[in-house]
């Protein structure tokens, strides 16, 4: 997955729209008990532990997103730093669909059942859940190494700033859905427990990787750990999505849509793992299809060469129809945290 062509700006600020909100809204006068609601379901899911401990957030993984946060689950929303009086359109964010961001990114933290409602500078509401970090994890529990270089900053600055955390916030808009959540150190550490720094090894440039058992990683970005195991759609859906990526790579899409991308964004949509790309795929063809993307250096529209976006969208329609099947078929099976039909 890592590209080795030259650097190109293939993708303006902001490049994907977000997608329309489905999904249960909160009410603005409940805020406050979905806040107790919500709390109490992340300390059941993903209760204090060791920082290190692999059992602990794998169980948390697997259960997280059936309480009170699963009303989040099916709808995109931004993600990062809280970068204190930044305007939203200022802030350096991901975007995520909110099944991925509580498996890959909100288990990484443990919550104890505290939580509190805020009013943010622009009026909207919000909660803020207690949360500390795992920051003893082995690499391929992380969705990417967060100790990367970011922009200008120091290569630990993003990894300090998951470290410190004590809680997690959420930004909900007049339609009572989630459109920002970020990590804060603005909490208490009074429920943070036995807590020790961890160095991280000199990130290497490698967004994917193998471990020494050959096991490609970060593990937890495969569809073998999305999906059902006996779902029988993931060796295709695994294959369609290798063939994509080519043709990602021959585009140069992920120089731009990987972590170091906020060197060119604001506002960034990572493709740069299986699972990661699969959250994304109805945007990536929506702007391929329309020709805004990819862009040069000037973020002009740069027309791709015909055969290389005919690769692009028939590989990427044909990875999204099997996602679709093994959705249907997580769904038609009972199996808990099946993705609904996609709606928008």
């Known amino acids: 997955m890592r590209s080795v062509v030259p650097l190109r700006r293939l993708c303006a600020a902001g490049l994907f729209v977000l997608a329309s909100a489905t999904g ?37 993984r697997k259960a997280i997103g059936q309480g009170a946060e699963a009303s989040m689950r099916d709808y995109t ?44 500078p622009d009026g909207s509401r919000g909660i803020a859940v207690q949360a500390y970090f795992r920051n003893g994890l082995p690499p391929g529990r992380y969705p990417y190494p967060f100790w990367h270089t970011d922009g200008d900053n120091n290569a630990n600055d993003k990894w300090d700033a998951y470290e410190t955390a004590n809680e997690l916030r959420f930004y909900f808009d007049k339609d009572g859905r989630v459109y920002y959540a970020s990590r804060s150190d603005a909490g208490s550490e009074d429920n943070r427990g036995p807590y020790t720094h961890v160095d991280r090894p ?114 990427g329609e044909a990875f999204r129809n099997l996602l679709n099947l093994a959705d249907g078929w997580e769904r038609t099976n009972n199996r808990p945290k099946a993705r609904k039909p996609v709606t928008n």
């Open 202 to 315: 000199t990130f290497v440039g490698e967004w994917m990787w193998r471990d020494d058992k050959g096991t490609a990683q970060p593990v937890v970005t495969l569809f073998s750990e999305a999906y059902s195991p006996d779902n029988p759609h993931l060796p295709a859906l695994d294959a369609a999505y290798r063939k994509m990526a080519i043709n990602f790579r021959n585009a140069d899409c992920t120089v731009c849509h990987q972590p170091e991308g906020h060197r060119k964004m604001n506002k960034l949509t990572l493709l740069q793992t299986p699972m990661h790309a699969a959250t994304s795929i109805d945007a990536v063809l929506d702007e391929v299809r329309s020709g805004k993307m990819p862009v040069d250096d000037y973020n002009d529209p740069k027309p791709l060469n015909p055969a290389l976006k005919t690769s692009l969208l028939t590989d």
């Open 24 to 60: 249960p809204a909160v009410a603005a006068d409940s805020l406050e008990t979905y806040a107790a609601a919500l709390a109490a379901s992340l300390a059941k899911a993903c209760p204090m532990a060791s920082p290190a401990d692999t059992a602990a957030h794998e169980a948390c």
């Open 77 to 120: 929303f931004q993600f990062g730093g809280d970068q204190v009086g930044k305007r939203m359109k200022d802030k350096k964010t991901s975007v995520f669909r909110g099944d991925l961001y509580q498996d890959l990114y909100m288990s990484l933290y443990m919550y104890t059942g505290k939580s509190s409602v805020f009013t943010a």
